[in-house]
């Protein structure tokens, strides 16, 4: 892959899921057609990333509780993300699936390598974890992230590790709440983070500061599956593909499936 005007990266469990859940199971085939549509009208180049066989491992080896308390996705979610990925194939388009590793952290490879370059990034993603990206690159990354408290991009991290997250079952340090964050000195959190006890300015009480001595490693396992996953380009090359362009056979299978 070479920089272009513009590289679209698809987080495709995330955006294709929150499609097909607005749809009945009895009529999850109908939004297929109109998502292969969007990704085939869609300037610049267009690369889907999923997630790989086993994705959480790596965070979950660290924290076994990481996204614990989401519900499981539905099989017949799953059966039309295997209809749209041999939609895709026929259509020519573009396809990362690392396995053991979250569509997330290929994107955020990949968005960091072409914005360092000055190609412009846009990410197909509601993932707040994304906001990384656009304050490391705020003017050349671009996402539709939902954030989950009015908080600048570049405090996200810190956020998550402190506060918590419950979409990803990160508890962060207890009891301590938005607030607290909000009048904290990030650089002091830094700090923290780094092994420093010094806890002026930082809004952590004495038995947080407790908790922390008692739990010397916990803050920092959250920040490490809070950041994206290091990955070479070469190791995500070799898990890329692009299917030949088959538009007829396409077309009959969306037929087949009355779409």
């Not at 009891?175 to 009048?183: A, E, I, M, T």
Request: aromatic letters at 10%; a negative charge; proline letters at 7%.
């Amino acid at each position: 892959m070479v920089a272009f005007e513009m590289i679209n990266l698809f987080d495709m469990n995330n955006w294709v899921r929150r499609s097909l859940e607005q749809t009945s199971p009895a009529a999850i085939h109908h939004p297929i057609r109109s998502i292969i549509h969007d990704l085939e009208n869609t300037e610049g180049v267009v690369v889907c990333v999923w997630d790989g066989m086993m994705a959480r491992k790596w965070r979950t080896d660290l924290y076994p509780a990481y996204k614990g308390k989401r519900p499981p996705t539905s099989e017949s979610i799953y059966e039309a993300f295997r209809f749209i990925q041999q939609l895709l194939e026929l259509s020519g388009i573009m396809q990362v699936t690392m396995p053991e590793v979250e569509a997330d952290d290929v994107i955020a490879a990949l968005a960091r390598h072409y914005a360092a370059q000055g190609t412009p990034i846009s990410i197909y993603s509601t993932d707040w974890d994304f906001a990384q990206l656009v304050a490391e690159f705020p003017k050349l990354v671009f996402c539709g992230y939902a954030a989950k408290k009015p908080c600048p991009p570049e405090q996200v991290v810190l956020y998550k590790v402190f506060v918590g997250d419950t979409s990803d079952n990160i508890p962060g340090l207890p009891g301590y709440g938005p607030k607290s964050f909000d009048r904290a000195s990030k650089p002091a959190l830094e700090a923290v983070l780094k092994g420093s006890r010094d806890f002026t300015d930082t809004g952590i009480t004495e038995s947080q500061q407790r908790w922390i001595e008692a739990h010397p490693n916990q803050l920092e396992t959250y920040l490490a599956i809070v950041q994206f996953k290091p990955l070479t380009l070469g190791a995500i090359s070799t898990w890329t593909r692009m299917g030949e362009r088959d538009l007829q056979r396409r077309e009959f299978l969306m037929e087949r499936y009355m779409l």
